[in-house]
C-alpha cells in the first residue's frame, strides 16, 4: 500500500481501494475506506470535524497517533489498533501473501467490497476476537443480554428494536459503526464482522479511554449530548391506551389532584384526529383544546400528545404532500407502506421540507393551543413488513440511509421547538440512532409484552441505550400488552412500577385488556372509532397495590433534586443516568459480570426483582460501606449479600461517603 500524508491523518492506496485515517475528537480516529474515486465527505453522525495528529512511517508501514489511540497500519494494508502500548483491537485478515508469489489460500480479508449498482457496495469489516472480552452498548434488543459478547445483532429499526452501532469494550475502548444503512454485526467467538447491505464507503469511529467515563464523553462530545432535562417532567407520567375525549383526560387530571398526588406530565394517546396524518385534534372529542391545556396548568400537569409519522390517503394533508413528493417511497407497486387502521403512507423524515411541512401542521394544530410536548410514536418507522429494499428516502434507499430516520424526525419537533424560543423540551419517541439525544428525545421500549420476561430484557435495554450514547430512557411500566384479569398481573405492575422509579422517567403506559369498553361512534374514522383499554391510574388496581405505587413515588418525588443532579451530569459529559455496574467501579472484575442489578447514578445501587414470587435476592455489594434505604442496616462492600424483597420494596443501597 502506497501512503500519503494528509491534513489531519494518512491515505493509503492499493489496487482499487483508498484507505483514511484521521484524528477525529478526544484519543479517537474515524478510519474510511473506499473503491470509488474519493470519499463522500458525509460525516454521517459525527459532529466535530477532524484534529491533527501524529504520523510515523517506517520499514514495516505507518503509525497515527491521537492522544492515547494508536492505529499501525502495514504495507499491505491491514490494521492494528493500540492504546499506548496495549493492543486493543485489530483487523481479521486471512489473506497472507504466499511464498514465490503463489496467491493466498482463504483470500478473506479485513475490508470487504461487493458490488451491489452504482457507486454503492455490500461492505464488510472483520476483526480478531478477543478472549475474554466484554462488549455493552448497541441499543435496544428485546433479549436479556446485557454483555453482547457472542451475540448477533441485526442494525435495523424495529417497533421495540433500536439499532445504535456503538459499543463499549472491557479492553479499554469504544467503536461506532458510522453508516445508517439496514446490515448486521456479530461479535463471534472466533472474529468480529460488521456488515452493510448498502454503503459507499466503510466508515467507522474507534476511541480509547482509561474508563468508561472516559470512552463515553469522548463518544458523546463527537455525535451530541441530550440538552437540559426539564425539571417539571422529572415525576410522574400518566398515560393509557387511550384517554379518547377532553373531558376524561381532565377527569383523571383532576383526580390525581384531589387525591394529593403531584403529576407532572398526562398523554393524550392516537386516534384523537380525525384520520392519521390530519394531525389535529377531532372537534367532536376535543372541543377546546387550549381550555383544556389551560386548566391542567393550573394543576400543574403538562400535556403530550402523540403524533404518528403516518398518513391515511384520506388526510387532509396526503395531497399537498404527495404532490410535493414528502412521503417515503417504495420501489414497486402501491405507495402504501403501513395498514394498521387505515391506507396509509409514512412522511420522509430525511427530507427536510418534510420535516417543515409537519412541523408546520403541528404548530398550527396544537402547539399554538399550548401544547409543548410530543410523542412521536412509530417513529422507526414501523412498516407493514420491514422489507427495507422495497422503500427510498430523499437521500436514498432504505437500505443505505434507513437506520437514521428516528433522529430525522426527533430533529423535526426539536428544531421546531427550538424556533419557537421553548428550551424545556423532552419528546416520547419510541426508536432512536446515533445522535438522537441532542434532539431531547426521551425514548421508550416499545410495544412490549406485560410478563416477566419482558422485565428482564427491559433492564438490558435500558442500561446497553445508556451505553449507547441514549441517557433519556423509559419503559411501558407493567409492559404494553396486559390483561388484568392475569392472576400475576398486580405482582407484576407493582415490580415494574419499583424498577421504573429508579429509570430517567417514571411513566404510567399500557394497553390494558379485556377490551370490553363500547366505542364511542361505529365509524371507521374519527376520534371516536379507536379502542380504549382499562383504566391505568395509581388506584385502577385496588388498594393494596396503589398503597405500594404511591409509596414508591413519593420515594420518586423524594429524588427530584438527586435526578436533576444526573440528569444534568448526562448533559455535561454523556454518562447515563441508569449505569451498569462496572461504570461506576471498572477495577472491580465482579462488576463486568455483574447483570442483574445497576447503579442509579453514582451513588445508588438497584436490584430489581426481575422474578415471579421472588422475596429476597442476592446483590453484590462492591468495595466501601453501603447502606440499606429501607431498614438502614450498613452493609461492608466487596462480597454479596442475601437481601430481602418483600413485594412492598426492591432492594436498593446507598453508598455512604468514605472517612
Known sequence: MEFTLREYGVSGRERNETLLVEGWGRDALRVRATCNADFTGDPVALERAAVPVRVTLDDRGVTVENGKIRCFISHSGWMEFYAGSRLILKEYYRDFRGANGHSPSMKLAGREFKPVSGSDYAITARFEASPGERIFGMGQYQQPNLDLKGCVLELAQRNSQISIPFYLSNRGYGFLWNTPGIGEAAFGANFTQWRSRLSPELDYWITAGDTPRDILENYTAVTGRAPEFPENALGLWQSKLRYRTQEEVLQVAREYHRRGIPLDVIVIDFFHWIRQGDWSFDPAYWPDPKGMVEELRGLGVRCMVSIWPTV????????????????????????????????????????????????????????????????????????????????????????????????????????????????????????????????????????????????????????????????????????????????????????????????????????????????????????????????????????DVYRILRKYLDLRLAMKGYIKSLMDEASRTGSPVMRPMFYEFPEDDRCWEVDDQYMFGGRLLVAPVLWQGVTERPVYLPRGKWRCIHRGTVYDGGSTILAPAPLEWIPVFEKLPEP
Open 312 to 543: 391515511d390517503r384520506k388526510s387532509v394533508n396526503f395531497g399537498p404532500m404527495l404532490d410535493r413528493g414528502l412521503f417515503v417511497r417504495t420501489e414497486r407497486g402501491s405507495i402504501q407502506c403501513f395498514d394498521f387502521q387505515g391506507d396509509t403512507v409514512i412522511y420522509d423524515a430525511l427530507n427536510p421540507e418534510a420535516r417543515a411541512y409537519i412541523w408546520d401542521r403541528v404548530r398550527e394544530n396544537y402547539y399554538k393551543a399550548g401544547i409543548d410536548m410530543f410523542w412521536l410514536d412509530e417513529a422507526e418507522p414501523e412498516y407493514a413488513a420491514y422489507d427495507h429494499e422495497h422503500f427510498r428516502h430523499y437521500t436514498g434507499p432504505a437500505l443505505k440511509v434507513g437506520n437514521a430516520y428516528p433522529a430525522a424526525h426527533a430533529r423535526a419537533f426539536y428544531e421546531g421547538m427550538r424556533a419557537q424560543g421553548q428550551t424545556d423540551i423532552v419528546n416520547l419517541l419510541r426508536c432512536a440512532w446515533v445522535g438522537s439525544q441532542k434532539y431531547a428525545a426521551l425514548v421508550w421500549s416499545g410495544d412490549i409484552p406485560s410478563t416477566f420476561t419482558a422485565l428482564r430484557d427491559q433492564l438490558s435495554a435500558g442500561l446497553n441505550m445508556g451505553i449507547a450514547g441514549i441517557p433519556w430512557w423509559t419503559s411501558d411500566t407493567g409492559g404494553f400488552f396486559g390483561d388484568v384479569r392475569d392472576p400475576y398481573f398486580n405482582e407484576l405492575l407493582v415490580r415494574w412500577f419499583q424498577f421504573s422509579t429508579f429509570c430517567p422517567v417514571l411513566r404510567m403506559h399500557g394497553d390494558r385488556g379485556p377490551h370490553d369498553i363500547p366505542r364511542l361512534s361505529q365509524l371507521d374514522y374519527g376520534g371516536g372509532f379507536s379502542e380504549t383499554g382499562r383504566p391505568n391510574e395509581l388506584w385502577s388496581y385496588g388498594e
